[in-house]
């Protein structure tokens, strides 16, 4: 069930984790199965941030560098940063119709 989709346009800075699975705690061997990771299009993962199983960012999210993405931001149009990574701001509709 793991995997990694990633949309068009995105720009994927240096040093980024994109991390699909985890190990078993108890045994190292063995990778336990995590729901697929999903980056929209006309994103842009900052240096070294790193985006955890499971997360879905949708189109147009700016991800700060040294994020933690723990969680999902599926709405997109908007900016997240820090560890955990929390909102900052949303890209207001204005500004989305002069990026498009």
Do not use: Q
Not at 14 to 34: C, F, M, Q, R, T
Not at 54 to 65: F, K
């Amino acid at each position: 069930m793991n995997g990694i989709e990633i949309g068009d346009y995105t720009n994927i800075a240096p040093g980024v984790g994109i991390i699909s699975a985890n190990h078993d705690p108890v045994d190292n061997d063995k990778h336990l199965p995590s729901p697929p990771i999903k980056i929209g299009k006309h994103c842009w993962i900052g240096i070294n941030a790193v985006i955890l199983p499971g997360v879905i960012l949708g189109d147009y999210t700016i991800v700060g560098a040294g994020a933690v993405a723990t969680k999902s931001f599926e709405e997109g149009y908007c900016i997240i940063a820090g560890n955990p990574a929390k909102l900052l701001r949303k890209i207001e509709l204005k500004e989305k119709r002069e990026k498009i």
